[in-house]
């Protein structure tokens, strides 16, 4: 991004020479970085709040006014940079820039490589060197190799940018885009050729007007002129039916000619012809007779005839056949030669083969179902030639309505026939030792089947409302809102009712009111395809393993939350409040964190020389490291001052201090170890 870098005064300072005729060369050495957002100011001669100077960087000029740095930071460092300064090998503070956004931040385990171009208003560019130069990405110029923006299509054909870099298809769709920009009538652009022709190949316009050509091709046009026109009266050759070749018409074609028929000619208008005609009521198909009637007009000859009014075909006015009438040699039969004794060998009988019936000297396979039809009661008997016998009767119009029995009887003669099953028209089935069989009009409720399975499943394949049952496959509940109810029976008004309930993609588990027309949610589940998204309890709570669940609602200050971390440090990055227990009196303690602890007081000490036995408001863990007393009340006397009390050796628990002051006096002391 680009952004105003200022030369300070000391920096343009650095660029005069000794004689003040001119510039000297410097050299940038090192770049400054710093947190703070700095006001640059022409008069600043150090960065503020800088906390790095990185001397890793290369540059060179790219142009008379443009120098490219790229500074590397390869360390460990972590660190935000909102504003920067270059300085000279002297440590002159040569240029400085800052602002309120961050420029770069780094990690521990990032390189930093910071690029920078400055161009330079009034400063001759060359007069910088850089301390290093081991790698270098400069923008590229038109002397120097560097990095360049490539120009789009649009940029290239604007042809105004001077920075970006042309590729061959910009350069191909500018150039282009300029030459169609230039061409075309009133342009003014004399082509040396046009199609690859010269201009004289073609003719003048003002020659050849649309008068002028249609007088030339009427002069050349007619039968046997040759002339070969691309379209006739609009349409191409092959929408016109060729006479010397055979034509495939793709719609209806309409022949509406003198005398309504249309003669075929065999070879010629001579030889014999046919004649598709029709008048008002008829339509024919004629022969003509070449010797009598060449012309093939007209004759009497009709051998096909079409009643248009009833569709009615006859051949030669009535077909007349005088001997037998045969089709490939064979007869063809007809009501006066067919019948019995004929011999005819029909391939069908009313309209269906042979194997449609049933032959009385074969066996037989119906593959549709055999119709008895008889006024009163109908009958199918199945008996050998001797022994029991079967009999199926239908009793419709019978003495027993509507009824189909099947019975048997011991006797060839069958005169003791018993029923064996009976089924109604009513939808009844019984049997003579069984009775009625169950079925679906007399089974279901209240009816006492007691059946050996349910659907193919023994009774302990169901669950018994009366009974505790265990489910060892899944319980699937189907619906747009599926619910599974819990009514509990025993407990008080709108107290009863919880369900399980899943809808648009939430399961909620929910307490109703007994008409269980509204409901709380304690529980609700979210998801997204088969992803959980979210897990929302009431506002109520919750425990796990009679545990209270911890939330924002009930940890902080006072909550008993025992925490792994804090903050994401464990407790053994941070320091107890115990560690810093302390008593701030005038004789005290200060515990610190690292286990240090300090503490002070004074002693009255009355006489000269006389001993004093410091006793430790705390006990240290050993032998404090660090004791040390002076006279807390005898400022100005100097005997009191260089025999002041001196501590002479100390435990865990006190100190002794030693007095050659005159008079006694008051000591201050102070003793530092370990708690």
Not at 29 to 54: M, S, Y
Not at 305 to 326: D, F, P, Q, Y
Request: charged fraction near 15%.
């Amino acid at each position: 991004m680009p952004f105003n870098m200022i030369v300070t005064d000391a920096g343009r300072a650095a660029l005069v020479n000794a004689a003040n005729t001119g510039t000297a060369p410097v050299t940038i050495a090192q770049v400054g970085l710093t947190e703070t957002a700095v006001t640059p100011d022409v008069r600043a001669t150090n960065l503020p709040g800088e906390f790095k100077r990185i001397a890793t960087l290369s540059g060179d000029v790219v142009a008379d006014d443009t120098i490219h740095l790229i500074v590397r930071d390869e360390t460990a460092d972590v660190f935000t940079v909102r504003s920067l300064a270059l300085y000279l090998g002297d440590g002159t503070l040569f240029a400085i820039y800052g602002q309120a956004d961050v420029l770069v931040e780094k990690s521990a385990q990032a390189l930093m490589l910071l690029a920078i171009d400055v161009q330079f208003a009034d400063i001759d560019a060359a007069a910088l060197t850089f301390g290093d130069a081991n790698f270098l990405n400069p923008p590229a110029t038109t002397s120097q190799q560097g990095v360049v923006e490539l120009a789009t299509t649009a940029e290239a054909q604007a042809g105004i940018d001077a920075l970006r870099a042309l590729t061959p298809a910009a350069a191909k769709a500018a150039i282009l885009g300029w030459l169609l920009a230039q061409d075309g009538s009133g342009s003014g652009l004399d082509a040396d050729l046009l199609d690859g022709q010269q201009g004289a190949y073609y003719l003048p316009t003002g020659s050849y007007t649309a008068g002028d050509v249609r007088s030339k091709l009427l002069t050349v046009d007619g039968s046997g002129s040759g002339l070969d026109a691309d379209l006739l009266d609009g349409l191409h050759g092959s929408a016109f039916a060729r006479m010397s070749l055979q034509n495939v018409f793709t719609v209806p074609q309409i022949f509406d000619v003198t005398g309504s028929q249309i003669v075929i000619h065999y070879a010629g208008a001579n030889a014999p012809s046919t004649i598709v005609r029709a008048d008002a009521n008829n339509f024919y198909l004629l022969l003509s007779d070449a010797g009598a009637e060449a012309s093939g007009t007209y004759n009497n000859l009709r051998p096909f005839n079409i009643t248009l009014a009833t569709g009615l075909v006859t051949m030669n006015n009535g077909l007349e056949v005088k001997s037998s009438l045969t089709f490939n040699g064979a007869t063809v039969w007809h009501a006066a030669n067919d019948g019995a004794g004929s011999g005819l060998d029909a391939d069908l009988l009313d309209g269906v083969q042979g194997s449609f019936y049933a032959r009385t000297d074969a066996a037989n396979v119906f593959a549709d179902y055999l119709r008895i039809k008889k006024t009163t009661s109908q009958e199918i008997r199945l008996d050998g030639n001797a022994g029991p016998s079967w009999r199926m009767i239908s009793t419709i119009n019978g003495s027993s309505p509507n009824s189909l029995i099947l019975q048997y009887s011991g006797d060839y003669f069958a005169s003791d026939f018993v029923n064996a099953l009976v089924a109604t028209y009513g939808g009844s089935v019984s049997t003579a030792t069984q009775g009625i069989l169950w079925g679906q009009a007399n089974d279901g409720s209240g009816s006492g089947l007691d059946a050996d399975m349910l659907d193919g499943q023994q009774a302990s394949a169901f669950a018994q409302l009366s009974a505790n049952n265990e489910f060892s496959g899944s319980l699937s509940l189907v619906n747009t809102a599926p619910r599974l109810v819990f009514n509990e029976s025993d407990e008080g008004v709108n107290g009863k009712i919880w369900d399980i309930r899943a809808s648009s993609g939430l399961l909620q588990i929910r307490a109703l009111n007994d008409a269980q027309s509204s409901a709380s949610i304690p529980l609700q589940i979210t998801r997204s395809g088969n992803s959980v998204t979210a897990i929302n309890f009431a506002a109520a709570s919750v425990t796990a393993g009679g545990n209270e669940v911890w939330n924002a609602g009930n940890d902080g200050s006072g909550s008993g939350l025992d925490a792994d971390t804090v903050d994401g440090y464990q407790a053994s990055a941070l320091a107890k409040v115990a560690d810093f227990a302390a008593d701030h009196s005038a004789t005290g303690y200060q515990k610190l964190t690292g286990g240090l602890l300090m503490q002070w007081g004074r002693i009255n000490l009355t006489t000269r020389p006389g001993y004093g036995v410091v006793t430790f408001p705390i006990a240290f863990s050993a032998a404090p490291f660090y004791v040390d007393s002076g006279c807390a009340t005898e400022v100005g006397n100097a005997d009191a001052q260089g025999n002041g009390p001196l501590p002479y050796g100390a435990s865990a628990t006190n100190m002794n201090v030693y007095n050659a002051a005159p008079g006694g006096g008051n000591a201050w002391w102070i003793a530092i170890g370990k708690v």
